[in-house]
Nanobody, 120 residues
């Protein structure tokens, strides 16, 4: 069973930076995308950023220009560099890997989540 191990969360003051990392415990084949989601208390989980196998990246409007996603495909690792953090970025951040099962079906692996807290 593949596990995604996250690290890098913590407490930071507004305007600060954090770098999240997520590594898969074993090789994953047929990856469609690797990305990060977050869930704040009382809110639904939302996409923060992802990077597709086709080479495109997508960002939530709220983080554009501040967050950067990168991947090391050889290591099945995905990173999220977060700069100029704001209190509204406070959430549990989850790593996600979406992989192809068939031509019409995909599956997801999820990390356990890492807390990011931004103080004002």
């Amino acid at each position: 069973q593949v596990q995604l191990v996250e690290s890098g969360g913590g407490l930071v003051q507004a305007g600060g930076s954090l770098r999240l990392s997520c590594a898969a415990s074993q090789s994953i084949f047929s990856i469609n995308a690797m990305g990060w989601y977050r869930q704040a208390p009382g809110k639904q989980r939302e996409l923060v950023a992802d990077s597709t196998s086709g080479g495109s990246t997508n960002y939530a409007d709220s983080v554009k220009g501040r967050f950067t996603i990168s991947t090391d495909n050889a290591k099945n690792t995905v990173y999220l560099q977060m700069n100029n953090l704001k209190p509204e970025d406070t959430a549990v951040y989850y790593c996600n890997v979406r992989y192809k099962i068939t031509s019409y079906a995909t599956g997801d692996y999820w990390g356990q989540g890492t807390q990011v807290t931004v103080s004002s």
